[in-house]
Structure formats: C-alpha cells, structure tokens
C-alpha cells in the first residue's frame, strides 16, 4: 500500500508542478488585470469565465471519466480512443456552426450586444478546450505526467505572454513608438478582449502540439461502443453541469440578484478576485484529481483498494487544512496579490477556502458510483447541489451581497459531502478514519481563531504567532502520523 501511495503521490506532485507553478504564473496576470481594469471591467472577465465552465462540461459531457473507465481494457483501446475523439470533434463543430449562426441574439441575451466578439472568442476557446480534453485524459491514464505538464505549461506561458504583450507592450508603445511594427495587430479598441484572444491562440497552439498525440493511434470507430460510452456518461454530463452550478452560478447570479445601485458588476469584480485567493485549494484539488482518478480506476481490483482509498482521503485532508491555514495565516502578503481598491472582499476568502475543502473531500468520497458503474448518483448529488446553491444565492445575495453567494457554496458542499459519504458507506464501504479526520478539522479551525482573535498589535508578531501556530499543527500531524517512519520505508 505504501508503494501505491507513494505512486500516487508522485503524480500528484507532477500534475501539480504544471497545475501549481503554472497557475501561479497565470495567477500573476490577476494583480495585473486588478490594476489595468476597475472592478466593474474585471466583473466581465468573472462573468464570461463563469459561463465557460458551464460550456465544458457540456461539451465534454462526461466523456473524459467514459475514456477512463472503458480504456481500461487495452484490445480496445484504439476503438474508445478515437471513437470519442470523433464524437467529441463533431460535437464541438455543430457548437461553433450554431454560435456563429446565432452570435448576435446570445449576445443579446447575455447583455453584450455591443461586443458580440467576446462570445465568439470565448465559444471558441471552450470547443478547443472540450476537444483536447480527451489527448490530455489519455496522457493521464498512460502515466505521462511529464508530457502532460510541459504541454499545460506552454499553453499558460503563452497566454501570459500575449497578455503582457497585448495588455502591458502595446499600449507603451502606442504612446512612445505609434509607427512600431509590433503594433500591427494591436487595437486600443479591443482593451480586455485580448484577455480572450490570448486564451485562445494558446489553446489553438496545444492543439497543434498534441496532434501526434491524436492521430498515433490505429482509428477504429465503433458506433456500438460509443453508444455504451454515452450511456455511462450522460448522468457524468447532468452530474457535471450541475456541479458546474455550485461552483460557478454565484457569479452568473450576482449581476442580477445585487441592487443596480450597488453596481453589480463591481461587486462581481471584487467577489471573483477575491475567489482567486482561495487559488492554492483549488489547485490542490485539481492536481490530486488528475492523479487521483485514473489511479483510483487503476487500483479497484487490489485486494486493498478500499483501504488505499481510506488513506488517500485521510492523507488530503490533511494537506488541505495545511493549505487553508497557510492561506489565512499568511493573509497579509497574499492579499497584495490584487489591488487595494478589491481588498474589501477578503471576508470571503476563508468561507471560500473551507467550501473548497469540502468539494475536494466530497470528490475523494464520490469515487464509488464511478467504480460501481452507478453515475446516476453522482447526478442525483449534483442536482442537490445546485437546488442549494440556487436558492441559497437567490435568498442570501440580495441581503449580504457576494458574502451570501460564498456562504451558499460552503453550505453546498458540505451538504453534498455528506449525503456523499452517506451513500458511499452504503453501496460501497470504505474505511475511512473520520475519527481522526474530525480531529485535524477541529484543530485547524481552533488554531485559526486563535489567529484570529488573539492577534498581536505588531504585525511581526502576527507572524510569528501565526507561523507557531502552523508548526503546531505539522507537528501534531507528524507525530500522530508516524511521518518519519513512513519516509523511511
């Protein structure tokens, strides 16, 4: 077991080298748009980001967890390869044929009448994007974690690049060199729509780079098994589309549920700025699933598999309170990450970090109706999920403004976390150590009130308190843990 973990903790650690060091570097570009564009600018940003999330996953819908489960079975593996790849490039096709066909009346609907590019832009990076999600799953589950991150990295390195080109370069030299050749693509017009085109030209560029990747395979497309795949899949697509609606309907709903005459798309700007603080939970979470799930697919048939499930579960919750109290205890520096004028907002940062936690938790405790072939629960979760979140946001923003959009989406998770864990133990049991994993949780909760009500006049002593205070809970861990004897193995 512990070979497996380490295993699994080994690509965890890659999948994060391009998940971390490349959303920090992506993550860079956040100070800089809190400075370029006012709150009410960067609220489009939020806004159309929010609805591209929703637009994966129904372009996606499902198929990436369908090519794990079915290309298990290596005699076939060409066939559920590029019959999914097929489905998905038609798919994706019939997307853009239909945008370009209706562009002005969605833009309409989304009050962007006067920049129907934007949503042109954006449909095209989320075609891309549902595209290469299947090269990339197939990387995944060949183990080349190295490959998938170098191809992850360039991709980011070239939307900051043409950024800072397009957002930071140009404008310079329009005012200093109006006649440079480097302005000839450049319109001051566009201003943050060049956040979009440089998002697309580097998924047009990953594409190009994964090519190889989506042809060095034999095509066979069986119609038959696709249909098997689609069957398997299509509670994955209602199960994603609604998780789609817990983490990202806040910031849809905000610009119609917040008072006109509290400027919604400020409050919106602010709220999802501020969401970004929370980054390093987030990409905790999504660099463990990417390793995660073709590892937990790979292992359902050890005779410890529950077990090694049990551990993983423990071993990241653990890692997340770490994060959570690094986050919040460090507070003072990372929040110079946005600008001042954003600085309100970071009353939800810690609402926001524990909700994430949750959602991370609650994917360690979903992977049996994956296992099990039952993804109608995992719609059935999703669904619940949204119902909360909705009416949650439609009760509580009008009241508490975006501080009610982050409390319906700790309460969300938490509620699907346990009706998770719930049916979990009833259709598949696992062994989990909640005993100690209401232990870490109460202490880390009690160590940031600590944090937060004792703290220190001198700011230097705040972090001092504050770094004792981390140490104390490593410590506790370590030792209840046994974490020098499991390195020594």
Same mark, same amino acid.
């Given at each position: 077991m512990g070979s497996q973990l380490k295993k699994l903790a080994g690509q965890t650690a890659v999948y994060g080298l391009s998940s971390i060091l490349g959303r920090l570097l992506n993550y860079l570009l956040v100070? #800089?748009?809190?400075? %370029?564009?006012?709150?009410?600018?960067? $609220?489009?940003?939020?806004?159309?980001?929010?609805?591209?999330? !929703? #637009?994966?996953?129904? %372009?996606?819908?499902?198929?990436?967890? $369908?090519?794990?489960?079915?290309?298990?079975?290596?005699?076939? !593996?060409?066939?559920?390869?590029?019959?999914?790849l097929t489905s998905l490039a038609v798919t994706s096709t019939v997307f853009i044929v239909l945008l370009l066909v209706f562009l002005q009346p969605v833009a309409n609907v989304l009050q962007y009448q006067a920049n129907p590019e934007y949503i042109l832009w954006m449909g095209l990076i989320v075609a891309v994007d549902a595209f290469i999600s299947i090269p990339f799953a197939k990387l995944r589950l060949q183990n080349k974690a190295w490959k998938f991150a170098i191809f992850k990295l360039v991709n980011i390195g070239v939307n900051i690049g043409l950024n800072l080109y397009f957002l930071l370069l140009c404008p310079k030299l329009a005012i200093s060199n109006p006649d440079s050749v480097f302005l000839t693509v450049y319109s001051p017009n566009i201003g943050v729509g060049y956040v979009f085109i440089a998002n697309l030209a580097a998924n047009v560029l990953t594409l190009l780079m994964l090519l190889p990747e989506i042809f060095n395979v034999k095509f066979s497309f069986d119609k038959v098994l696709l249909k098997k795949i689609l069957i398997y899949a299509a509670p994955l697509l209602i199960a994603g589309f609604a998780g789609?609606?817990?983490?990202?309907?806040?910031?849809?709903?905000?610009?119609?549920?917040?008072?006109?005459?509290?400027?919604?798309?400020?409050?919106?700007?602010?709220?999802?700025?501020n969401y970004k603080l929370a980054i390093l939970m987030t990409l905790f979470i999504q660099m463990f699933r990417y390793a995660a799930e073709p590892f937990f697919f790979n292992n359902k048939n050890e005779h410890n598999a529950r077990e090694l499930y049990a551990k993983a579960t423990k071993y990241f919750i653990i890692c997340g309170l770490l994060i959570f109290l690094g986050v919040m205890f460090y507070i003072d520096i990372i929040k110079f990450f946005i600008d001042v004028d954003y600085h309100e907002g970071l009353k939800v940062v810690p609402i926001l970090l524990l909700a994430n936690l949750f959602l991370g938790i609650f994917f360690n405790f979903s992977i049996w109706y994956k296992l099990n072939d039952m993804t109608k629960y995992g719609a059935y979760l999703a669904i619940f999920g949204a119902v909360i979140t909705i009416v949650l946001n439609v009760i509580l923003v009008p009241i508490y403004g975006y501080v009610g959009s982050a409390?319906?989406?700790?309460?969300?998770?938490?509620?699907?976390?346990?009706?998770?864990?719930?049916?979990?133990?009833?259709?598949?049991r696992v062994p989990y150590d909640m005993k100690n994993a209401f232990f870490y949780l109460i202490l880390a909760m009690g160590l940031f009130l600590i944090s937060k009500y004792f703290r220190p006049r001198s700011q230097i002593m705040v972090y001092v308190l504050n770094t004792g205070l981390l140490i104390i809970f490593a410590s506790v861990v370590t030792v209840k843990e046994k974490v020098w004897e499991m390195l020594r193995r």
């Open positions: 100070p #800089l748009y809190t400075r %370029l564009f006012a709150p009410e600018i960067y $609220g489009i940003v939020t806004e159309l980001y929010a609805y591209v999330t !929703f #637009l994966l996953i129904l %372009l996606t819908y499902g198929m990436e967890t $369908g090519f794990f489960r079915f290309a298990q079975d290596k005699n076939i !593996f060409d066939k559920v390869y590029s019959s999914i789609m609606i817990n983490e990202t309907i806040d910031r849809v709903l905000l610009k119609h549920l917040v008072a006109d005459h509290l400027n919604p798309m400020e409050q919106l700007g602010i709220y999802g700025a409390w319906a989406t700790l309460i969300c998770y938490f509620c699907m976390m346990l009706l998770s864990f719930y049916w979990g133990q009833k259709y598949y």
